[in-house]
C-alpha cells in the first residue's frame, strides 16, 4: 500500500500547494466537491495506513482475533477503493468504472469480500447459472494464502484458495494508477 500512500500524499501536496485548487475549493459554490474531496482523502488515509500496517504486523494467531482482522481488512480496502472513486469524480469530473478500466484485482477483491461474506448467492449472479453458497470459518488462513467454504449446486463442497497478499499487491498497482491519473487530472484542471 506504499504506493497509494505516495500517490495520495501528492495529491494532497498538489491540492495544498496549487491557488487555483484552492480558489476552486474554497468557493462556496463548490463546498460539496471539497466535503466530498476532503472525507475522501482522509477515508484513504486512514484506511491505507491500516493496511500498511497490518501488512507488517499480519494476522493474529488467535483465530477469533484473526477473523476479525481478516474482516477489517477487507472493508479498509472497500473503504480505500470507495474513496478513490470519489476522488475520481470530484477531481475529474466522472465516475470511475472499474468494470470499463478493466481493473481486475479491483473488481477480484470486491468479489472476494462478498462472496466470503455470503451475500445473497443470487444477488448479481444470472439464474442460468448454478446456485452457490460460500462461507469464510475462522481458520482461513493468512496473506499468503486464505481459504473459505463453497458449496455449488451441481458440484457441491470445494474449499478456493486465494493468495490474499498477492490478490493486495496486484490491486495496489492498479489502485496506484488510478490515484496516479487522478493527480494527472488534478494538476491539468488547477495547476
Given at each position: 500500500?506504499?504506493?497509494?500512500a505516495?500517490?495520495?500524499?501528492?495529491?494532497?501536496?498538489?491540492?495544498?500547494?496549487?491557488?487555483?485548487?484552492a480558489?476552486?475549493?474554497?468557493?462556496?459554490?463548490?463546498?460539496?466537491?471539497?466535503?466530498?474531496?476532503?472525507?475522501?482523502?482522509?477515508?484513504?488515509?486512514?484506511?491505507?495506513?491500516?493496511?500498511?500496517?497490518h501488512?507488517?504486523?499480519?494476522?493474529?494467531?488467535?483465530?477469533?482475533?484473526?477473523?476479525?482482522?481478516?474482516?477489517?481488512?477487507?472493508?479498509?480496502?472497500?473503504?480505500?477503493?470507495?474513496?478513490?472513486?470519489?476522488?475520481?469524480?470530484v477531481?475529474?469530473g466522472?465516475?470511475?468504472?472499474?468494470?470499463?478500466k478493466?481493473?481486475?484485482?479491483?473488481?477480484?477483491l470486491?468479489?472476494?469480500?462478498?462472496?466470503?461474506?455470503?451475500?445473497?448467492?443470487?444477488?448479481?449472479?444470472?439464474?442460468?447459472?448454478p446456485?452457490?453458497?460460500?462461507?469464510?470459518?475462522?481458520?482461513?488462513?493468512?496473506?499468503?494464502?486464505?481459504?473459505?467454504?463453497?458449496?455449488?449446486?451441481?458440484?457441491?463442497?470445494?474449499?478456493?484458495r486465494?493468495?490474499l497478499?498477492l490478490?493486495?499487491?496486484?490491486?495496489?498497482?492498479?489502485?496506484?494508477?488510478?490515484?496516479?491519473?487522478?493527480?494527472?487530472?488534478?494538476?491539468?484542471?488547477?495547476?
Amino acid at each position: 500500500m506504499q504506493i497509494v500512500a505516495t500517490v495520495r500524499q501528492q495529491i494532497y501536496d498538489h491540492f495544498h500547494g496549487s491557488a487555483h485548487c484552492a480558489a476552486y475549493f474554497f468557493d462556496d459554490a463548490h463546498a460539496d466537491e471539497y466535503a466530498a474531496y476532503y472525507n475522501s482523502m482522509y477515508l484513504l488515509q486512514d484506511s491505507t495506513e491500516s493496511l500498511l500496517w497490518h501488512r507488517m504486523t499480519g494476522f493474529s494467531t488467535a483465530p477469533l482475533a484473526a477473523y476479525l482482522e481478516f474482516w477489517g481488512v477487507m472493508q479498509a480496502a472497500i473503504i480505500q477503493q470507495d474513496a478513490i472513486a470519489e476522488l475520481n469524480r470530484v477531481i475529474l469530473g466522472h465516475p470511475l468504472n472499474a468494470r470499463a478500466k478493466n481493473l481486475s484485482s479491483w473488481l477480484q477483491l470486491r468479489e472476494l469480500r462478498n462472496v466470503c461474506a455470503g451475500h445473497p448467492a443470487r444477488k448479481s449472479t444470472p439464474s442460468s447459472q448454478p446456485l452457490t453458497r460460500s462461507f469464510m470459518g475462522r481458520s482461513f488462513g493468512n496473506y499468503s494464502s486464505i481459504t473459505y467454504e463453497q458449496w455449488q449446486q451441481g458440484v457441491g463442497i470445494t474449499h478456493p484458495r486465494i493468495p490474499l497478499g498477492l490478490l493486495l499487491d496486484a490491486y495496489e498497482q492498479e489502485a496506484g494508477a488510478e490515484l496516479a491519473s487522478i493527480l494527472a487530472g488534478m494538476k491539468v484542471r488547477w495547476p
